[in-house]
Each structure stands twice: as C-alpha cells, then as structure tokens.
C-alpha cells in the first residue's frame, strides 16, 4: 500500500502564499488514479479541497477555494503539490492528501491519507 507524506504547512499571515507537497512511497504513481487534498480544522469535518486525476486532465476544487488553489501533480517524481495564494484565516486546517480509485469529492471515496500537514494562516 503507497505511503503518503506531506509537507510545506507552516505558519503565514493573511494573503501570503504556501505550497504543499505530498510524496509518495511507491515506484509509480500509474496505479493511482486520483490524488487529492482535504483539510480539517478543530472542531470540523474533514472537507474537500482539491483532486487531481494521473493525466492531470480531470481537476477539482472546493468552492470556497477556487481562484486562490492550484492543484497539480509530478507522476516523474511521484509528488502532488497545492499551491495555496491568498491565504485566509478560514483556511487554517491541517491538509491531507490522499488516493481514490476514481473521480470524486466526497472525502469518504479516498482509501489513502498522509498523516497531514498543518497550515495556520493569521490575519
């Protein structure tokens, strides 16, 4: 089973701009078609943020970050990447990634998580 690590939380003010990496234990990331990124902040449901399919054809994000997210992934060096701009304080969380076996959003669809990486962001 593929490992995932994350990595690039820390702590920012409001506006400034992160990005975060999750890589993968494993010799190709072929067999995992989706990748994603959810959050949980303390007292929250984990949420969807973003996801990614292996071609990066198929891409999805969160509302409430869309046109401040980007999502991509380096299949080369079997690593997924959120370049998070224009941080808010709401986004403070601690972001996961992980795989699904098919397109979704539902974070109950993913089989595979990191064990996070926590973002705070002050105003």
């Known amino acids: 089973q593929v490992q995932l690590t994350e990595s690039g939380g820390g702590v920012v003010r409001a506006g400034a701009s992160l990005r975060l990496s999750c890589a993968a234990s494993?010799?190709?990331?072929?067999?995992?078609?989706?990748m994603g990124w959810s959050r949980q902040a303390p007292g929250k449901e984990r949420e969807f943020v973003a996801a990614?399919?292996?071609?990066?054809?198929?891409?999805q994000l969160a509302q409430s970050v869309k046109g401040r997210f980007r999502i991509s992934r380096d299949n080369t060096v079997n690593t997924l990447y959120l370049d998070m701009d224009n941080l808010k304080p709401e986004d403070t969380a601690i972001y996961y990634c992980?795989?699904?076996?098919?397109?979704?959003?539902?974070?109950?669809?993913?089989?595979?998580w990191g064990q996070g990486t926590q973002v705070t962001v002050s105003s």
């Open positions: 990614i399919n292996y071609g990066g054809g198929i891409t």
């Open positions: 992980g795989t699904a076996p098919r397109v979704s959003t539902d974070v109950r669809a993913y089989d595979t």
């Open positions: 494993t010799r190709t990331l072929r067999n995992i078609y989706y």
